[in-house]
C-alpha cells in the first residue's frame, strides 16, 4: 500500500501562486506515472496533470491549466510538485495527487492511490 501525502494548498489572491507537495510513503513510485486532480465543491473529480513514470519525461495537461500549471517530480525525494502560476478563482479545489493509473491517465478512476487532498483558495 503506497500512501500519498499531499502539501502546500492555501489561500492565495487571483494571480498568485503555490507549489503543492506530494510525498510517497515508498520508493516505488519512481515506477508509476503520477497526476494531480481537483475537485470543486459540487463538482467531479478532475484532471489536472500527469507526468510519466522514472524520470517524468513526459507530461500532460488539462486544457484549463496549460501553460499556468506545471508538474515535476523528484524521485530521490520520493516527491511530485506541482506549481501553479497565473491562479484563478476558478482553480478553487481541493487537489489530489494520485499514482499508478492503469488505462487512461485522465481518468481518475483509473487510478489505485490517491493522497487525502489538500484545498487550494483562490480570492478576487
Known amino acids: 500500500q503506497v500512501l500519498l501525502v499531499e502539501s502546500g494548498g492555501g489561500s492565495v489572491q487571483a494571480g498568485g501562486s503555490l507549489r503543492l507537495s506530494c510525498a510517497a510513503s515508498?520508493?516505488?513510485?519512481?515506477?508509476?506515472?503520477m497526476g494531480w486532480f481537483r475537485q470543486a465543491a459540487g463538482k467531479e473529480r478532475e484532471f489536472v496533470a500527469v507526468?510519466?513514470?522514472?524520470?517524468?519525461?513526459?507530461?500532460f495537461y488539462a486544457a484549463s491549466v496549460q501553460g499556468r500549471f506545471t508538474i515535476s517530480r523528484d524521485s530521490a525525494k520520493e516527491t511530485v510538485y506541482l506549481l501553479m502560476n497565473g491562479l484563478k478563482t476558478e482553480d478553487t479545489a481541493v487537489y489530489y495527487c494520485?499514482?499508478?493509473?492503469?488505462?487512461?491517465?485522465?481518468?481518475?478512476?483509473?487510478?489505485?492511490?490517491w493522497g487525502q487532498g489538500t484545498q487550494v483558495t483562490v480570492s478576487s
Open positions: 494520485a499514482a499508478d493509473p492503469d488505462g487512461n491517465w485522465e481518468r481518475a478512476e483509473d487510478y489505485a492511490y
Open positions: 515508498e520508493h516505488k513510485i519512481w515506477t508509476y506515472p
Open positions: 507526468i510519466s513514470a522514472n524520470s517524468g519525461t513526459t507530461t
